[in-house]
């Protein structure tokens, strides 16, 4: 029994963390308004090392359609603005000596709807990983069904299992369909 809980446990863990890496790709899906989290995956070289853009600088959001990036040190801007132009986000980093400004441009109809392709696929992605936990779960059932528990204990659990499984699928579709709207809000 505490094998079949444990298993479950485990099951379930794996399952929010790929809800959590979903949520996490979803949100760095450029959807045309401006987030301070767009930047997360940058890393610009301090003192010789990669560093996340948020521990060399405070990254804010004057209004809906502007990033403002204010270094800690002014003598990052040029590290700054090369690590965001590199990156694969397409943003054009304009400075005024003192702070960097990103504009971020809007969206046209043909640019929405692959991000909304993007979306469905990644969100598929996220359940597909949810359905490999789910089946990991059942491929250690089985063996504990050959050490020797009870089917009918191994069905309630499978159960629980399926149970589990659909909610954080049911997750992964809502990310998704918040993601769709804020694609398509014009």
């Given at each position: 029994?505490?094998?079949?809980?444990?298993?479950?446990?485990?099951?379930?863990?794996?399952?929010?963390n790929?809800?959590?890496?979903?949520?996490?790709?979803?949100?760095?899906?450029?959807?045309?308004?401006?987030?301070?989290?767009?930047l997360?995956?940058?890393?610009?070289?301090y003192?010789?090392?990669?560093?996340p853009?948020?521990?060399?600088?405070?990254?804010?959001?004057?209004?809906?359609?502007?990033?403002?990036?204010?270094?800690?040190?002014?003598?990052?801007?040029p590290?700054?603005?090369?690590?965001?132009?590199?990156?694969?986000?397409?943003?054009?980093?304009?400075?005024?000596?003192e702070?960097?400004?990103?504009?971020?441009?809007?969206?046209?109809?043909?640019?929405?709807?692959?991000?909304?392709?993007?979306?469905?696929?990644?969100?598929?992605?996220?359940?597909?990983?949810?359905?490999?936990?789910?089946?990991?779960?059942?491929?250690?059932?089985?063996?504990?069904?050959?050490?020797?528990?009870?089917?009918?204990?191994?069905?309630?659990?499978?159960?629980?299992?399926?149970?589990?499984?659909?909610?954080?699928?049911?997750?992964?579709?809502?990310?998704?369909?918040?993601?769709?709207?804020?694609?398509?809000?014009?």
């Amino acid at each position: 029994m505490e094998d079949i809980n444990f298993y479950l446990d485990y099951a379930e863990e794996m399952m929010n963390n790929s809800v959590d890496h979903a949520n996490n790709v979803l949100t760095k899906i450029r959807a045309g308004k401006a987030m301070p989290n767009m930047l997360d995956g940058i890393m610009v070289e301090y003192y010789g090392s990669p560093t996340p853009i948020n521990q060399v600088a405070s990254v804010n959001t004057p209004d809906a359609k502007t990033l403002m990036i204010k270094p800690w040190e002014k003598t990052n801007i040029p590290d700054i603005e090369r690590a965001i132009i590199n990156s694969d986000l397409g943003l054009n980093p304009q400075n005024d000596g003192e702070q960097i400004f990103i504009n971020i441009p809007a969206l046209t109809e043909e640019r929405r709807l692959v991000l909304v392709k993007q979306v469905r696929h990644e969100g598929e992605n996220g359940k597909i990983s949810v359905r490999n936990a789910r089946h990991d779960c059942q491929h250690n059932f089985k063996q504990l069904q050959k050490d020797g528990v009870s089917e009918d204990e191994l069905k309630i659990f499978e159960e629980k299992l399926d149970k589990m499984t659909e909610a954080q699928s049911s997750i992964v579709d809502e990310l998704v369909k918040k993601k769709e709207e804020e694609i398509m809000t014009v």
